[in-house]
């Protein structure tokens, strides 16, 4: 009879067993694939962050890019080119002494007599040396020379003439104390470069 009793849990216990050999079975296989369910979701929250920080970098770089194609068009529209140099890869200084070349002998046709001239390579208060200064070089001249009214007024019209783009900030001139006929001026100008 006991066996007859017995018999009717045997089935339940079996059961029970099972489920627990089962339980201890899977429980860490369970366990090992939830951490490699959360490091493969960790390393995919990674590579989206990745991702979108390169997107907004490429953002930046298309939006960087189309300014500078606009400010290349808007040059373009000005109807003068920027000097180009015959070599590339040279210093502010080389490559500007090409277009400064020109400067001069339009000073010595129009027999302009140049007292001094200081440079001032790339000023850090040019918008070209700011925004592109990758892209371009840039020589502020301030020229001390002394002309009469004829050969200054030839000198300037040549200049605004000039095949290249150029920036004329400013002129002063002033009468010579002693011979009002010739001047004293002081000019002021930015020449510009590709690179």
Do not use: C
Not at 99 to 117: C, D, G, H, P, T
Not at 171 to 185: F, S
């Amino acid at each position: 009879m006991e066996n007859e009793k017995l018999k009717q849990f045997l089935l339940p216990i079996f059961l029970i067993v099972l489920v627990i050999a089962g339980i201890v079975w899977f429980t860490p296989k369970i366990i090992e694939q939830y951490q490699g369910y959360n490091a493969i979701k960790s390393e995919i929250q990674t590579k989206e962050a990745t991702v979108t920080e390169k997107q907004n970098t490429l953002e930046q770089y298309r939006a960087k890019a189309e300014q500078e194609k606009a400010q290349e068009q808007s040059n373009q529209a000005s109807g003068k080119p920027f000097y180009k140099p015959v070599m590339s890869g040279m210093d502010t200084e080389a490559v500007i002494a090409g277009e400064f070349a020109e400067i001069l002998q339009l000073i010595r046709a129009n027999k302009i007599k140049v007292r001094s001239i200081k440079y001032d390579y790339d000023p850090k208060d040019d918008a070209f040396v700011q925004n592109a200064g990758s892209n371009y070089n840039v020589a502020r001249l301030n020229m001390e020379m002394i002309a009469n009214y004829a050969n200054y007024d030839n000198f300037l019209k040549e200049m605004y003439k000039h095949e290249h783009f150029l920036d004329i900030q400013s002129a002063e001139i002033v009468p010579y104390k002693k011979n009002k006929r010739v001047l004293l001026i002081n000019f002021k100008v930015k020449l510009y470069a590709k690179k």
